[in-house]
């Protein structure tokens, strides 16, 4: 990082300003045309190559912005989807025109102005770290990050059982790498790869005020072999974030403080089961988004506008039919279900948390799968502790929540870690890793590899195949500026081969 003393730079801020007065420059305008001169500009490059470890500057402005939009983002994605409840709940039949009608909306955007903020957004962030610093604006961008946020969120209005948080990330991941990528003229160490890393921690940080588990995603998920190059950004980057949401927000859990029942023994066979049946149901979901985007990509946009309007439709049918928990990311059903009197979860329920997430996903739109995987764990462990009366109720909703989210992602440790931070019951981490554990093994009998995985495979070979394209056509053109397909100069057929030399 170089050595960088704070105190040294606040010496040389005030030299500065003092500079800046005695040259009579007292307002912004002056500022601005005064350090826009070749010489001044020349002066600051300078001392910023001389200073390398001001390049933290950079991570700390980003995690701070990180911060704001997040909070922002979070409430938003809150009150759109409370107000779809609503309006399902209070007029079913409206509901029927207005959930298609946002659905086209959210892929319109997509389609026309971004195509890579297309469904969950880690995908991308993990693509974009395996191509050249100039090539991971395909996926990360101001353009994307502000696709993003609004797509998922007429989503999540029409109804759409998505999350916020892999938007989070890739919005966070746009801002990392929109803020630094500018200073790489200036240091040729800043690494792009360091930049996504660290956005896409601040962003889990900020999104579920997890820091832990934000460090965990980083290392599990986004960057094992890079970790060591970018710690010290990353965890500063995390810090900052988390401490804005929580500046904004207070100190919170995002689940609060649910009851469980002591853990002893015999809660091992449970955390076993659990594992079992999420690493299965969380194994055979992911497949299905696979299968889904294998359909989905090249269709036409006569196609892809119709199978927007029909999933709009089979969600207004859902939430008719199997009740209007099932929509949205389910923070409000898994609350319920942790915290309430009345826990009781219609069968129903548990399959449209299933088949919701699915259904929204193929409508092309932007949304995360990380909220409705924890989603769709909860409320099979509530459906299994109901059904067995068990006596560990709420540590069966907790597992089911770490074995889904371990099984779609097939980041175990990423899943427990964030249950943990997000509910404080320590005493539950050895369950809470068994059921994690467990179904992971199980999810990778199914698919070795998860839906991110085969989502970014298939963004790098997009983009390798758009640049084979791009390649041959200015190779193309080329020769037939020449006028002739040979590399060679242009020779008359009855001029000398060999001509002589002076």
């Given amino acids: 990082m170089g050595d960088f003393s704070f105190r040294r730079f606040v010496q040389d801020l005030r030299l500065l300003i003092d500079t800046l007065s005695d040259h009579g420059v007292t307002n912004i305008r002056q500022f601005l ?94 693509a974009a770290l395996e191509v050249e610093a100039a090539s991971a604006s395909r996926w990360v961008s101001v353009r994307i990050a502000v696709v993003k946020f609004f797509s998922s969120l007429i989503c999540a209005l029409g109804g759409g059982a998505i999350g916020r948080e892999g938007p989070t990330i890739q919005i966070a991941a746009s801002i990392f790498y929109c803020l630094g990528m500018p200073f790489r003229k200036i240091w040729a160490s800043l690494s792009h790869q360091a930049l996504l890393v660290a ?48 500046w904004i927000l207070g100190p919170y859990l995002y689940f609060g403080y649910p009851k469980i029942a002591d853990v002893d023994f015999w809660v091992f066979p449970w955390a076993l089961f659990m594992g079992l049946v999420c690493g299965i149901g969380g194994g055979v979901f992911g497949r299905i988004l696979v299968w889904i985007y294998r359909h989905m990509s090249g269709l036409s946009f006569n196609r892809q506008w119709k199978i927007a309007i029909a999933a709009g439709l089979l969600m207004a049918l859902c939430a008719w039919g199997l009740g209007v928990e099932v929509l949205g990311g389910g923070n409000e059903m898994m609350s319920r279900i942790l915290f309430e009197q009345d826990r009781h979860l219609p069968g129903t329920v548990a399959i449209g948390r299933f088949i919701g997430p699915l259904i929204s996903y193929a409508a092309g739109g932007a949304g995360g799968i990380f909220a409705p995987s924890l989603a769709a764990g909860a409320a099979f462990g509530a459906k299994i502790s109901q059904w067995f009366q068990s006596v560990y109720p709420n540590l069966l909703v907790l597992m089911g929540m770490v074995g889904f989210l371990s099984a779609v992602t097939r980041a175990p440790f990423t899943a427990f870690v964030l249950v943990l931070e997000m509910t404080d019951r320590h005493s539950a ?73 002076d």
């Fill in 33 to 126: 045309i005064w350090i826009r001169s070749a010489e001044i500009s020349t002066r600051i490059i300078d001392y910023l190559r001389s200073h390398s470890g001001l390049q933290s500057v950079i991570y700390w402005a980003a995690a701070f912005s990180v911060g704001l939009v997040a909070v922002v983002y979070a409430w938003l994605f809150h009150q759109v989807s409370v107000s779809a409840q609503s309006l399902a709940a209070s007029k079913p039949a409206l509901f029927f025109l207005f959930s298609p009608a946002c659905f086209v909306l959210s892929w319109w955007l997509v389609y026309r102005f971004a195509p890579g903020a297309a469904g969950s957004g880690i995908p991308q962030v993990m």
């Fill in 199 to 246: 956005g896409g921690a601040a962003g889990i940080a900020a999104a579920f005020n997890t820091p832990l588990g934000g460090i965990v995603f980083a290392v599990e998920e986004l960057a094992q072999a890079h970790f060591n190059r970018f710690k010290t950004f990353l965890i500063s980057a995390v810090i900052i974030s988390g401490l804005v949401a929580q």
């Fill in 429 to 501: 981490i050895f369950p809470l890793m068994v059921a994690a554990l467990t179904a992971y093994l199980v999810a990778r009998l199914i698919d070795p590899k998860s839906f991110y995985e085969h989502r970014a495979a298939g963004f790098l070979q997009t983009a390798r195949a758009a640049d084979a394209i791009e390649a041959l056509r200015k190779k193309r053109e080329l020769t037939e500026r020449s006028g002739n397909p040979s590399s060679g100069p242009v020779r008359r057929p009855d001029e000398d081969p060999f001509p002589p030399s």
